[in-house]
Nanobody, 123 residues
């Protein structure tokens, strides 16, 4: 059973930073790509970023590229999403998910999902 545990959400002012964490088992960490998605109020869940299991490649949505960084810590079996220069429109529930694919951006390629963590950016 693949389990993903997210943490790090909270309330921050616009322009601030937050770091989200997605902890997984060692096997999941080494054989699955980990993606971050978010669902804002009244919006559909959307892709944010992904870290490939195979070669460390990363991918970002255009809305966060240059502000967010996704990276892995193999000593902790954790994938982080460093969010900088936050904007009110970044307010959402953020989910991490695991996929056997290399750099999937579509939700249907993800097999396992975390419970979500709330990020609120005030103006």
């Amino acid at each position: 059973q693949v389990q993903l545990v997210e943490s790090g959400g909270g309330l921050v002012q616009a322009g601030g930073s937050l770091r989200l964490a997605c902890a997984a088992s060692e096997r999941t960490f080494s054989t699955f790509s980990i993606g971050w998605f978010r669902q804002g109020p009244g919006k559909e869940r959307a892709f944010v970023a992904v870290s490939s299991w195979s070669n460390g490649d990363t991918g970002y949505s255009s809305s966060v590229k240059g502000r967010f960084i996704i990276f892995r810590d193999s000593t902790k079996n954790t994938v982080y999403l460093q969010m900088n220069s936050l904007k009110p429109e970044d307010t959402a529930v953020y989910y991490c998910a695991a996929s056997p694919g290399v750099l999937p951006v579509l939700q249907r390629f993800y097999d396992y999902w975390g419970q979500g963590t709330q990020v609120t950016v005030s103006s």
